[in-house]
């Protein structure tokens, strides 16, 4: 198929086709057999409402009440597959189009909008829920990853056999992020250390306008096995598959096998960002090969092959859609400009004479203004 | 003559640059099809096609290192990066290696790489796309930095830039983008046409001008700040201040001289640009301007740049930037004097 | 008090710092077995192990963006890169992301990193070897950047940077390693121990002191050109001219307030430093002293550093350096007013 | 054994054994073919001569006429094995120890010394020996040599068919420097521009005092097959399965067939550089295994044995290694230091403010103490 070029989806782990079967595979069958109607149900419950949340902030930064937004659209089984294999002693360090898997660390949603109406850089509690930061610069969050996963080994979280207490990391980035030496140089560190840590590629065919064949002539899975890194290509728009290697990566990682890496063959459905327009580099036919392997429409359909998704499921999911969008409207709009002083927190932990003189002419000359009535 | 913005001016230097010589080539991130996220090289990949506009992997120091190889078969190639805030990726090769080649190979390579950097704040965008570095720049010897303030500038010095033997690293304000002006196309290509046309141009790009004659302060400014310092001339004029402003357009080399005339007729100097102002560009500039006009200064030279702390996000950068009121008040602090 | 070279004192510093807190640890090229190619750890890999005495892989920015990671869970990470041209690879790391952390996450993530960096030059080594990139991060907040000149403070101000919960650059001035002098060890030992040692250790290891009284000019000075500064106040003062002497210790924050005090009273100034003039680090200062000393000045500031050229080949160094002679040559120049 | 770790030397490539008998391979055993007992003498030849200039260097250095040497002991049927490979159009991107393929890209041996007497940091003319400069940051060069081959690719000198035009790049690192993101954005780049280029890395089981454990835990041969480099590991102290899969992958490269990666595994017989001491982390054991792999010897042997090593090439590879020591010595103690004003020279192309301003003052400078007096 044209649509995908050299980089074929032949070997792909799949386990649920684009039309809704179940398969079998040989190796990852056994990792989704715990996955019963009401944990799909659950699945298709949050694929449905990050999406819905995902297309709210889009509007709303068409309403420019945000500077800017970055969709996950048609990467939610990608996310929410790997986020429902997670348990609470693994640690996430996203890019910054993990929204579903935000949601599966128990962020609200809404949350996630401080970045992008431009109140501050970091909008959660990431050590809370364990699920790190957004960082922007692309790859650079993959060596904080492997550092992080090499600090959970050295304070006994891994390979203890212990559930309760064993945990791993998992890093998420982008197919255009494996060209960076971070990327690469995270590998090495990962493999020569053993980290518990999962690299979790989420090829979604593109970074920004550039085909993934501009970074790699080879499936990028393949470039684990150059560190030593077993690696895995599974379809990232199949939920089940997604959910079956994660849990097998990382059930591998938190017993001390060390680092997996997953490509996730997936499709960004909608604009690198907002201020993007993929019609200047991508065609039509392109998006609707895609758009019919869209990853919520093939667990709809084989759920409710199933007689699993009842009216009531969809409209249970259909009403908190809609209240979380309203939600999120009102909380955006209610959000006000952080003190101007605000700009000097934080920069240190400790006093530093620059940082504090400068605050201190800042209040004198923004005092000035209140003296003369000029502004507030 | 012709209207154009600054973005629209870069375009057309661009080509210009690359009808006049075959060895000039793009690369960058999205720079091909889509004409780059800010539309800088549109039309460019149609009309020279993917070996000249050539979309790199997303790798800066992978973009700049390879330059380095072309540059040393003979091409000039000119990267685009992205935003500011992503060049820290190619900083180990445009300091240690872009700088360097030339001395350590005793002249014998030349690496005439410009980089292009849309840089600077004021358009609401996330972390990371608002930084000002040039000073991180200025500092190794090796390199050039330029930053043009208007449409003809940049017409001008981005010619001058890829015909330059040395590296260069051309900071474009993006925030100035759509600002429009006249360009006349006609004399930067006569220039550079011209046999010693690299020379000539090479020195042009590197002195400041001055953008407005006054005989009271001298507002000293380049790139995205320009535009506010001829603003507060303005309204400093209306107050009956006559404000001089010198654009500076070169920021390595520091075209001191154009300053210090300027400030040895006014005495005050302000300085304003949107990098953090502790260890920035300003600093420098007001060092020479004490080394060499001392005795003719009837006030200290004041600074108004960016905070001693990260870009903030965008709901609070106007506060964090230089404003109008900002370099007023300087303006008046200097004339208390 | 017990006589130490500087590198011994870092080395004891270092084992202070690892016996009293078993969350630091040792990250760097050839610093186990091996002990560094100072020898600065020499030992400390035999007594602490390998996994707190990391041999890395041969990539800087992993060994920075690891350590963040290990910081995030309460790590406290000594890095040692190799040599100062060697830190570049890394500045990504180190300026997007190292200094930036506490900042994004509103102060709830907080990033107790040392990057030491075997800095300047004067040994006699080959390219990238002997380089002073200082000012490169003194620009960006969020980081603090400091270097002792003593091995009393190399001995204190090691463990107060580890003890910080800010990411501290520590530049160790190479060609000073092999120099002695007494250290007292119970002072710092004493302070850290303390409920509060960490921000009172902080604050101490971002201030100045005056190293020797004068009254006619102030000699500015940090780290490797402490001692050059001493000397040719001993020369000067034999020629009947009183110098002062101040080792900034701190580049990030800058102690201006220590040197501006000084400049009131001499009312001439002469930095000194090995980085590059221009755009370095004596800007910065020369700026500051400008705007608050200006009218107590009569002369204007001079800085003698590094000339706008690559470090050269090493049978040149001597000359590039600031030396005796030039700085003497600038305390006269000075005194002429 | 358990001086190579987990890195077993069982699938290397090999032409010529450690006791200097030859064997076959079947895919390289054609590759050298034409080696006849004179050009195998010439390689012996070549490699006893860079042998004895770097004994001679290290004397130099202990004499005090060098600050640094870096010895390229026990590497040298790795260097001169590839380097006669290599023929004019193909251009050389050396790492830094690489003295031997600078021997046969015709650079004088003592002129690179030129750099360890700290008279200036790069030595000879790179384009005429179509040999660049040493770089001194791990890695950095490897970008650069990718470029270049590119640059080869679009000005039509691969692939043409015509062998006095078709070249290649070779660029040279260590099995450290495999760690550093720039290498691996290099693959990146060849890969994906199908790049002229064959990345030659010559492990050397250290990096400075780490054992190449630390870089990886599997054979650094099989990195470049993550970015679908073709690689091959060879024993890199047979001078003649070195010659043998150059020669192999500088045709594929020179004829359009893309990058390949070669891993010759070796030994650094000397200590990193005459800084360094090797007795700190290593064994004698360790050494002694090396030595009796020892790249000269070997071949020694061999030819020996057929009866190609007459005592005339001995006496006269004796009398020229002697010859070179005495001109090495001479010319370097004959080296002046530079004219101090040098240190302004080629800063930039063009004049520079700052640099003619700084120039100008130490001008006047250096004549103030002149009409002192002082000094010269
Ligand atoms: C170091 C760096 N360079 C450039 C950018 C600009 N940029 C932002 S996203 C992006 C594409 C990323 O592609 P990919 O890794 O595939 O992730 P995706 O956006 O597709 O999820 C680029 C080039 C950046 N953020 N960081
Ligand atoms: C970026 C960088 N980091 C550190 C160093 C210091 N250094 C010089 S050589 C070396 C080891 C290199 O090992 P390897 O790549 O195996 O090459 P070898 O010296 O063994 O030939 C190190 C760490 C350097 N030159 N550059
Ligand atoms: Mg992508
Ligand atoms: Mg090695």
Known sequence: ?376 | MTQMTMAGAINRGLRAAMDRDEKVLLMGEDIGQLGGVFRVTDGLWKDFGPDRVMDTPLAESGIVGTAIGMAMRGYRPVIEIQFDGFIFPAYDQITTQLAKMHYRSQGRIQLPVVIRVPFAGGIGAVEHHSESPEALFAHTAGLRAISPATPQDAYDMIQQAIASPDPVLFFEPKARYWDKGEVDADRVDAQLSAEDGASVGTAEMSRGRVARAGTDVTLVAYGPTVRLALQAAEVAGADGTSVEVVDLRSISPLDSATVIRSAKRTGRVVIVHEAPTAYGPGAELSARIAEEAFFHLHAPVLRVGGFHAPYPGSKLEHDYLPNLDRVLDAVDRVMTH
């Not at chain 1, 207490?165 to 990962?190: K, L």
């Open chain 1, 1 to 376: 198929m044209d649509a995908l070029g050299p980089q074929t989806d032949d070997d792909l782990v799949t386990l649920l086709t684009r039309t809704g079967e179940r398969v079998e595979h040989p190796e990852f069958s056994r990792y989704a057999e715990d996955l019963d109607a009401a944990a799909l149900r659950r699945m298709w419950h949050d694929m449905t409402v990050v999406r819905a949340f995902d297309n709210e902030a889009t509007s709303l930064q068409r309403q420019g009440e945000l500077g800017l937004w970055v969709q996950s659209l048609g990467q939610e089984a990608a996310q929410i597959g790997s986020g429902h294999a997670m348990n609470g002693n693994d640690f996430v360090f996203p890019s910054y189009r993990e929204h579903g898997v935000a949601h599966t660390r128990g962020v609200d949603l809404p949350e996630i909008l401080r970045i992008f109406r431009g109140l501050q850089h970091g909008a959660w509690d990431a050590e809370a829920h364990r699920f790190h930061l957004y960082t922007l610069v692309i790859g650079a969050h993959s060596l904080h990853a492997t550092g992080y996963a090499m600090a959970m080994d050295r304070d006994g979280l891994v390979g203890t056999g212990d559930p309760e207490r064993d945990g791993a990391v998992v890093c998420y980035f982008g197919d255009g992020a494996t060209s960076q030496g971070d990327v690469n140089e995270a590998m090495v560190f990962a493999a020569v250390h053993d980290a518990p840590i999962v690299f979790f590629v989420q090829n979604n065919q593109f970074a920004i306008s550039e085909p993934v064949t501009r970074q790699s002539r080879v499936p990028l899975a393949q470039r684990g096995a150059g560190f030593g890194i077993p690696s895995v290509r599974v379809d990232g728009n199949d939920v089940i598959a997604c959910y079956a290697v994660t849990r097998w990566a990382l059930e591998r990682a938190r017993s001390g096998g060390g680092p997996v890496l997953i490509e996730a063959f997936t499709y960004r459905m909608g604009a690198h960002t907002t201020s993007d327009d993929p019609t200047r580099y991508r065609t039509r036919a392109d998006e609707s090969y895609w758009a019919e392997r869209d990853p919520i429409a093939r667990l709809d359909a084989y759920l409710s092959s199933q007689g699993e998704l009842p009216d009531e499921a969809r409209e249970a999911v259909a009403a908190e859609s809609k209240e979380l969008g309203r939600r999120t409207r009102e909380t955006v709009r209610s959000w006000d400009r952080p003190a101007v002083a605000t700009m000097f927190d934080h920069v240190y932990a400790e006093p530093h004479a620059t940082v504090e003189a400068e605050r201190a002419w800042f209040e004198r000359y923004e005092r000035s203004f209140a003296d003369q009535g000029v502004h507030a």
